[in-house]
């Protein structure tokens, strides 16, 4: 993959150019904040009323609707959720998007399966930081930023890709690489690993290994502690170091109990279902699923999110997360 850094990247495309980032939430937030902290000249649009356009006033920004920022707007960065997207694009983003403007998604959901056709006069790029919202502006704040992928799905202007580098810049992502990739290879691989490994695949590890131990009779906080707390040190060790620097940092008992049981646990079986999930992504299926729940209300969604609240590691880690000052 090709990797550019901030010595790689002329951010002065940006200079003349008005960028305007609808949706105040995880992503939009940090991305308006931090370009604005790096002199871009950043409009936001909002849905009236909203949670968020008050959120965007204590901030020192003047909201004003989706339309009112694509019309003023040169590049326009859809940070709304994935499943909003499409309206806000049919109703108001694609009423303003004249020739040689610039489209910009987080994430290529959209444009990938389909649901935002843009018109062909037009850039279709892509930043996507690696990391959630919160932690790109604590990065940038801190003086570093988060690795990013970039793609050009359409490139009209003859300078998609240079648009697309110097938001990364300006996000902070050129501080620690951002990468050139395409929509398809984005979408499909983001949406696998946060199904079978960083959301999905995590959540049922802790899950199921809480259950295991508090079934055999164990105190369940015990048991809070040993499958869920002391994870996100374990991560951070792989985070930094890998895998191998993980098993380094701990001990002989535990490297060794890993590498032969880890196997016995996660199996081939595992393995195959990770294979059914990524084929689910590839042939489309999990997206026209996806796509049919929320456009019927969501219900399956708003019920799995109320089981998951109702777990008792739930009510123990937050007993334990307030004891230990991480909750309030
Ligand atoms: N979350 C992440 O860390 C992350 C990481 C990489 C890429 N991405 C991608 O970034 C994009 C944004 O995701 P996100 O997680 O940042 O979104 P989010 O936090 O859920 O977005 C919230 C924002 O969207 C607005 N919004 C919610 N529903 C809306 C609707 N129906 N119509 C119009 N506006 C609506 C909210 O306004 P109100 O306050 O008015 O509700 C709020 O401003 C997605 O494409 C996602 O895949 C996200
Ligand atoms: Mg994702």
New binding site residues.
């Given amino acids: 993959m090709k990797v550019y850094h901030d010595k790689d990247i002329d951010g002065s495309i940006l200079d003349d150019l008005t960028v305007a980032v609808l949706?105040?939430?995880?992503?939009?937030r940090a991305q308006a904040l931090n370009m604005r902290d790096s002199g871009v000249n950043v409009v936001l649009g909002?849905?009236e009323g909203?949670?968020?356009?008050k959120k965007a006033k204590e901030d020192g920004w003047e909201p004003m609707t989706h339309l009112e920022a694509a019309e003023k707007a040169d590049i326009v960065l859809?940070?709304?959720?994935?499943m909003?997207?499409p309206?806000?694009w049919g109703e108001e983003v694609s009423l303003a998007m004249r020739k040689g403007k610039a489209l910009q998604?987080?994430?290529g959901?959209n444009i990938h399966f389909g649901e935002v056709k843009p018109p062909s006069d037009i850039d279709v790029i892509m930043v996507?930081?690696k990391?959630?919202?919160p932690e790109l502006r604590r990065q940038y704040e801190a003086g570093f930023g988060v690795p990013a992928l970039v793609a050009v799905h359409q490139d009209a202007s003859g300078k998609a890709l240079q648009k697309a580098l110097a938001i990364a810049k300006a996000i902070g992502s050129g501080r620690a690489g951002v990468l050139e990739t395409t929509y398809q290879i984005e979408t499909e691989t983001d949406l696998f690993g946060e199904q079978a490994v960083l959301c999905g695949g995590v959540d049922q590890l802790i899950r199921r290994g809480f259950k295991v131990l508090t079934e055999a009779g164990y105190p369940p906080e015990s048991a809070y502690f040993e499958v869920c707390n002391e994870l996100k040190l374990i991560v951070d060790l792989i985070y930094t170091s890998g895998i191998g620097g993980m098993y380094r940092a701990v001990s002989d008992t535990a490297k060794w109990g890993g590498m032969t049981i880890g196997p016995m646990v996660i199996d081939d079986h595992v393995e195959e279902n990770m294979r059914k999930a990524l084929k689910a992504v590839q042939d489309e299926s999990f997206a026209k699923a996806w796509i049919s729940e929320s456009k019927s209300g969501a219900k399956k969604f708003d019920e799995l999110m109320a089981e998951c609240d109702a777990l008792e590691i739930e009510k123990v880690g937050k007993e334990i997360r307030k004891m230990s000052g991480l909750e309030k």
């Fill in positions: 949706g105040y939430g995880s992503q939009g909002l849905r909203g949670k968020s356009w859809m940070l709304m959720p994935d909003a997207q309206v806000v998604f987080a994430h959901f996507a930081p990391s959630p919202g």
